[in-house]
């Protein structure tokens, strides 16, 4: 059974930024790919960052240019930081992951048929 825990959840003020973090609790870790969501209140759930095994990175329109996602293999530990932080950047952030960790883009696309999901870690953007 793999397990993902986000924190690093917070309030920051709009301009400001923040890292997020989940570990996961898997042998397999290197072998997925990883994935940031988020979810505003009365939204839909939206993929923002994906990463595979080597660190090919694929991002949202929204985000891209100011959010970084990166992973650390050794530790099981994925990340994703936020800068230029936005109000609409607000909303619960979610790790997800699914198998084919030697590209995410493979199949229905970076951002879809995940396997695995945290429970999320909230994000506040004050303006």
């Known amino acids: 059974q793999v397990q993902l825990t986000e924190s690093g959840g917070g309030s920051v003020q709009a301009g400001g930024s923040l890292r997020l973090s989940c570990t996961v609790s898997t042998e397999r870790f290197s072998t997925l790919c990883m994935v940031w969501h988020r979810q505003a209140p009365g939204q839909a759930r939206e993929g923002v960052a994906a990463?595979?095994?080597?660190?090919?990175?694929t991002y949202s329109g929204s985000v891209k240019g100011r959010f970084t996602i990166s992973r650390d293999n050794a530790k099981n530990v994925l990340y994703l930081n936020l800068t230029s932080a936005k109000p609409e950047d607000g909303g619960m952030y979610y790790c997800?992951?699914?198998?084919?960790?030697?590209?995410?883009?493979?199949?229905?696309?970076?951002?879809?048929?995940?396997?695995?999901w945290g429970k999320g870690t909230l994000v506040t953007i004050s303006s």
């Open positions: 990463i595979d095994r080597d660190g090919t990175t």
């Open positions: 997800a992951a699914k198998p084919g960790g030697d590209d995410c883009s493979g199949g229905p696309g970076p951002f879809y048929g995940m396997d695995y």
